[in-house]
């Protein structure tokens, strides 16, 4: 009933910048939380960040300074600006959003992933 795309991911040098941005669709009445997380080979998938509908954001102590998560409220989207990249930065990305549908249920939905690589 809803779906979250994520595009931006790449390849980047260290000291570089990208920024990530999720879309969501489909049966949307609201949407509540949304984040970031990354998930690198052998690891636990960890947030990264997180904001609420009202803008208040929160950061995995790993990324602050470096990465700011933001959000458009009318077009259902969120974003990662991702600056001074490091190669432990490097990770597949997802989205994650708690939405409210029309029918009055809340879905905790997942985008599908993006890969991030930090290499010279």
């Known amino acids: 009933q809803v779906q979250l795309v994520e595009s931006g991911g790449g390849l980047v040098q260290p000291g570089g910048s990208l920024r990530l941005s999720c879309a969501a669709s489909g049966n949307i009445f609201r949407i509540d939380a949304m984040g970031w997380y990354r998930q690198a080979p052998g690891k636990q998938r960890e947030l990264v960040a997180g904001?609420?509908?009202?803008?208040?954001?929160n950061y995995a102590d790993s990324v602050k300074g470096r990465f700011a998560i933001s959000r458009d409220n009318a077009k259902n989207t969120v974003y990662l600006q991702m600056n001074s990249l490091k190669p432990e930065d490097t990770a597949v990305y997802y989205c994650?959003?708690?939405?409210?549908?029309?029918?009055?249920?809340?879905?905790?939905?997942w985008g599908q992933g993006t890969q991030v690589t930090v290499s010279s």
């Open positions: 994650n959003a708690d939405v409210l549908t029309y029918g009055m249920s809340w879905y905790n939905s």
């Open positions: 904001i609420t509908s009202g803008g208040s954001t």
